[in-house]
C-alpha cells in the first residue's frame, strides 16, 4: 500500500529533492505540490522530468488538498509552515515538518492540536541522519558534562537565526538539564549580546557568513579538558532526504508530536 504525499514548498532547495526522491519511490505517491511560482504546471515538468506526473502545482495548500493525501511534507518558510501544519492536522493528515523557524511555544500549540485530532507530526530541525547522531551524542554528553554552548554557522543570506537545528538542539539539550553558567550574563561589562542568545538557558552564537552551507557544533567544557560535537552539510539537499522520507513512513502511525529524527532512531537519553 503507497502512502498518499503533498509536498508544501516542493519546487525549493530541500523540497525539489525530497519531490524527486517520493516520484522515483515505490512506497509512496505523490498527490499534491505546492509552491508559489510555477502554480498550473505539471510538478514533473517544472523539475525537468517531463511532464507526465497528472501533478498540477498550486499555490495554496487548500487547492493541493483537494485530491486525498495522508502526509503532508512542509519545506516552506516560516511564516507558512504553521498555518499549514494546522490546516493538515484539521484534514486529519499527519504532517513531517522540515522548515525551520518555530520555536517551543509554536510546537506546544502544534502538539495540543496534533493530540485532540489523533494525528502525528514529526518535526526536525535537520533531518540528516549525521545531523541526528550529532544531536543524539550531545544529548549524552550533556548528562556527564554541566557546560555547553552552541555555534550556529550559516550562509550569509540565512533568514533564521539560529538556524533550526541549532535551536532545535538547544531545547533538547535543556530539556536534560539546565547548563552552568561561569558568569551571568547580566555581570558582564560590554553588550551582552557577545555572548549570544539564550535559548531555553543555552548560550547560542550564530554566524552568518559566505562560505557556510551549514554546521552546528554544540561544545561542552570542563577543567583543563573540552568537547566538540558537530555536524557540517554542503550545498546539496541529498542529506535531508532520506530522513525525510523516514519520517514520513513514521507519521500515519503515530499520533501527537514527536521532535527530532533521533528520537525515531534511537532510545532518548534520560
Not at 23 to 44: M, P, Q
Not at 74 to 95: P, Q
Not at 212 to 226: D, N, S, V
Amino acid at each position: 500500500m503507497t502512502i498518499k504525499i503533498c509536498i508544501a514548498g516542493a519546487t525549493g532547495w530541500t523540497g525539489s529533492a525530497v519531490t524527486r526522491a517520493v516520484l522515483a519511490s515505490d512506497d509512496f505517491s505523490l498527490t499534491g505540490a505546492v509552491a508559489r511560482t510555477a502554480e498550473g504546471r505539471d510538478i514533473g515538468e517544472v523539475l525537468g522530468l517531463g511532464a507526465g506526473t497528472g501533478v498540477i502545482v498550486r499555490s495554496k495548500l487548500g487547492e493541493a488538498l483537494e485530491a486525498p493525501a495522508d502526509v503532508l511534507i512542509d519545506y516552506t518558510s516560516s511564516g507558512a509552515v504553521k498555518g499549514h501544519v494546522f490546516e493538515a492536522i484539521g484534514r486529519g493528515l499527519a504532517v513531517v515538518v522540515g522548515t525551520s523557524g518555530l520555536g517551543a511555544g509554536d510546537y506546544d500549540e502544534i502538539a495540543a492540536k496534533a493530540e485532540a485530532a489523533g494525528v502525528g507530526v514529526i518535526a526536525s530541525g535537520n533531518f540528516s541522519l549525521t545531523a541526528c547522531l550529532m544531536q543524539h551524542l550531545a544529548l549524552i554528553a550533556a548528562n556527564h558534562v554541566p557546560q555547553w554552548e552552541i555555534i550556529d554557522y550559516c550562509s550569509a543570506g540565512k533568514e533564521d537565526v539560529p538556524s533550526g537545528t541549532a535551536r532545535e538542539l538547544a531545547e533538547k539539550l535543556a530539556g536534560v538539564r539546565q547548563p552552568e553558567i561561569g558568569r551571568p550574563v547580566a555581570s558582564l561589562h560590554g553588550p551582552a549580546e557577545a555572548r549570544g542568545a539564550s535559548i531555553d538557558g543555552v548560550q547560542v552564537h550564530s554566524l552568518r557568513l559566505p562560505g557556510f552551507t551549514l554546521r552546528c557544533e554544540a561544545i561542552f567544557g570542563m577543567p583543563g579538558e573540552r568537547l566538540t560535537v558537530s555536524h557540517e552539510a554542503g550545498p546539496s539537499a541529498e542529506p535531508y532526504v532520506l530522513g525525510t522520507l523516514l519520517a514520513a513512513r513514521k507519521a500515519p502511525g503515530i499520533k501527537g508530536l514527536v521532535r527530532g529524527l533521533d528520537a525515531l532512531l534511537f532510545d532518548q537519553p534520560s
